[in-house]
C-alpha cells in the first residue's frame, strides 16, 4: 500500500491516493497458505488437489487457467488442466465434471468461463459437486451465501472482502455503491457488504449498500457515487467512474478488466475507473492490473484448500 505526490493546476503538492497493491497482498496470503498447506500434509493428510476444465481455445482463457495452475502448485496444490476442443458436447462435458465429483482424489473443480454458445453455462456450474464448487457458482453456494451461511464464495467478491479487510478500510455502516450486478461479481460483494458480521459466515462487512448497473441513469450513478464511502466498480466499461464522481478520501475498488488499444497502436488492460485522474481525488484506489485480478488467483487457492478440509472433515464424521 503506497501513495504518492503530483503537482495540481496551481503549482501546489497534492497527495495522491494509497494504492491498495493486490499483487503483493496475493503474494502474502499464497504464503500463508503455503504453510498452512504443508502442515496439513505433515498432519498425515493428502495434499489438496485442484483440476481446471477448459473448453475451446480462447487465448485469455488459457492465461486465466494458466495462471491459475501455477498458483495452485506454489502454494502445494496438486492442479491439473483438462482441456477440449469447442467441439466437446454439453453431454461429454457433464459426464467428465460426474466423473471428478466422485473421484475422491479430486477436492476441487473449476470450469474456466466463457463456455461455447452451444452450453448452458447455469447447467454446467450446477452439475459441480457444491463441495468441490471452489468457482463458488452452485447455487447451493449462492442460496448459503445470501441466507449469510459459510460456503464457497466466489473468488472475485471474496478477494474485495479481503482486500478491504486487510488494507483495514471501516465498512460498518458507510455509504457504499456496487456498480454491477453480474451474479458471479456484483451480486456476491454486495451481499457481502450489507451483511451483518456476527451472523454465521463471518463474512458480513455492515455496510449501507446501494447496486447500481447498465439502466441506472448517468446522473443517478454521478449521485449515488459522489455520497459513496466506497465505490466498487466491476462493469467492464473503460472510464466509466470519473473523477467528479468520486468523494474526497473515499475507497475505490476496481473489479473492471477489459484489453483496449491506445493511440499508438498497443494493446493494454483498463478497469472501470479513470485511473490517473480518480488517484487524484481517492484516498484509496486498486490499480488494474494488479489489483483485484492477483488476488482473485489466491482466494481460488483458499477456496481450494478449504474444500479438502470440508472434504476430510466430512468423511471423518462419516
Known sequence: ?????????????????????????????KEELQVQIE?????????????CIIVGEDPASHTYVRNKIQAAIDVGITAETIKYNDRLSQEELLAKIQSLNIDQEVDGILVQLPLPATMDERKICNAVAPEKDVDGFH????????????????ATALAVIEMLKRFKIETFGRNTVVVGRSKNVGMPIAMMLHSDRNHDSGLGMDATVTICHRYTPREQLEAFCTNADIIITATGVPKLIKANMIKPGATVIDVG???????????????????????KIAGAVTPVPGGVGPMTVAMLMHNTYQAAQRIQKAKMQN
Open 1 to 29: 500500500m503506497r501513495s504518492h505526490t503530483y503537482v495540481d493546476s496551481l503549482g501546489m503538492p497534492r497527495i495522491m491516493a494509497r494504492i491498495l497493491d493486490g499483487k503483493g497482498l496475493a503474494k502474502e496470503i
Open 139 to 154: 447455487i447451493i453456494n449462492v442460496g448459503q451465501l445470501c441466507l449469510d451461511m459459510p460456503t464457497m464464495v466466489p
Open 39 to 51: 502442515n496439513w500434509v505433515k498432519q498425515g493428510n493428502r495434499a489438496p488437489s485442484l483440476r
Open 257 to 279: 478488466i477489459t484489453r483496449i488499444t491506445d493511440e499508438q497502436g498497443k494493446t493494454k488492460l483498463v478497469g472501470d475507473v479513470d485511473y490517473d485522474e480518480v488517484i
